[in-house]
Antibody
């Protein structure tokens, strides 16, 4: 059974760095073809893809946010961590992590429930 | 990396069919058969409905189907049911090895 769960602070101040952790089970990120992405959704708005890390440690970032994002994995802990620097109120959103497997090529077959992050002083 | 273009809203009556379009460019939708569709009910995480343009994951109703022509992908829902009322998002792989979502479409079942 595949599950993903996001965790992190619910409230961050402007200019601070956000660190989010995705803890997953039911698959290994060392298995060929497995990837984990981060996606966010501001209140009432559309989904926005942020970053992806692959089983072989390749990393990809949203072009507009590339300078602010870092994604990493700890395979032994079944965790993927996303850091976003210089947070701004426009970064207020629900942040999701989701899995891509080789069976679904670039499609997210499992999602976490999301974690809400508010940026405010 | 511009978002894919979807209609803001569509509607239909129970039993009818509707189509949601998703328009991109030759660098994303038109260039790859890696278009996906997601259903999102209020307050819930998105659910994968279609992958690789036209494939349905196990457990997804065959009332949902996908297709693509040029730079535009489409999601068709036939035999509309009240439970289909939700937001729908398309997604595509891009030439930059990134992913991009559409702006979302709110489906109302009348």
């Amino acid at each position: 059974q595949v599950t993903l769960r996001e965790s992190g602070p619910a409230l961050v101040k402007p200019t601070q760095t956000l660190t989010l952790t995705c803890t997953f089970s039911g698959f290994s990120l060392s298995t060929s073809g497995m990837c984990v992405s981060w996606i966010r959704q501001p209140p009432g708005k559309a989904l926005e893809w942020l970053a992806r890390i692959d089983w072989d440690d390749d990393k990809y970032y949203s072009t507009p946010l590339k300078t602010r994002l870092t994604i990493s994995k700890d395979t032994s802990k079944n965790q993927v961590v996303l850091t976003m620097t210089n947070m701004d109120p426009v970064d207020t959103a629900t942040y999701y992590c989701a899995r891509i497997s080789s069976s679904y090529n670039s499609a997210f077959d499992y999602w976490g429930q999301g974690t809400q992050v508010t940026v405010s002083s | 990396q511009s978002a894919l273009t979807q209609p803001a809203s569509v509607s239909g009556s129970p039993g009818q069919s509707i189509i949601i379009s998703c328009t991109g460019t030759s660098s994303d939708v038109g260039g790859y058969n890696y278009v996906s569709w997601y259903q999102q009910h209020p307050g819930k995480a998105p659910k994968l409905m279609i992958y690789e343009v036209s494939n349905r994951p196990s457990g997804v109703s065959n009332r949902f189907s996908g297709s693509k022509s040029g730079n535009t992908a489409s999601l068709t829902i036939s035999g509309l049911q009240a439970e289909d009322e939700a937001d729908y998002y398309c997604s595509s792989y891009t030439s930059s090895s990134t992913l991009v979502f559409g702006g979302g479409t709110k489906l109302t079942v009348l």
